[in-house]
């Protein structure tokens, strides 16, 4: 699987992105699929997953009611829509894929593809 992270740019506070993740190589509709990001200077954290059919998903606190993901399982990609940024969601934004559905989603070890970053700066 091959996943590829787009959608990412320079944002004013308040504004909103919407960041993809293409898969290809495979279909991704048997995978749990995750966005975690990585501010600069900090570990990479979980923001959000949602699982093969779209009915189970989960956020950090700090994105609930700002973020969604989504998914269309036709197009192979996920999405995570971003509304009311805020400068502390700068970061590089990555999605993952895990096979085995592993319960501990918020984990990062618990993904077995990652694609390669897309980066979000929110000014302020």
């Known amino acids: 699987v091959q996943l590829q992270a787009s959608g990412g740019g320079l944002v004013q506070a308040g504004g909103s992105l919407r960041l993809s993740c293409a898969g290809s190589?495979?279909?991704?509709?048997?995978?749990?699929m995750g966005w975690f990001r990585q501010a600069p200077g900090k570990e990479r954290e979980f923001v959000a997953t949602?699982?093969?059919?779209?009915?189970?998903?989960y956020y950090v606190g700090s994105v609930k009611d700002r973020f969604t993901i989504s998914r269309d399982n036709a197009k192979n990609t996920v999405y995570l829509q971003m509304n009311s940024l805020k400068p502390e969601d700068t970061a590089v934004y990555y999605c993952?894929?895990?096979?085995?559905?592993?319960?501990?989603?918020?984990?990062?070890?618990?993904?077995?593809?990652w694609g390669q970053g897309t980066l979000v700066t929110v000014s302020s």
């Open positions: 949602i699982d093969w059919s779209g009915g189970n998903k």
């Open positions: 993952a894929a895990d096979g085995y559905l592993n319960s501990r989603y918020y984990l990062d070890s618990t993904y077995d593809y």
């Open positions: 190589g495979r279909s991704l509709s048997t995978y749990r």
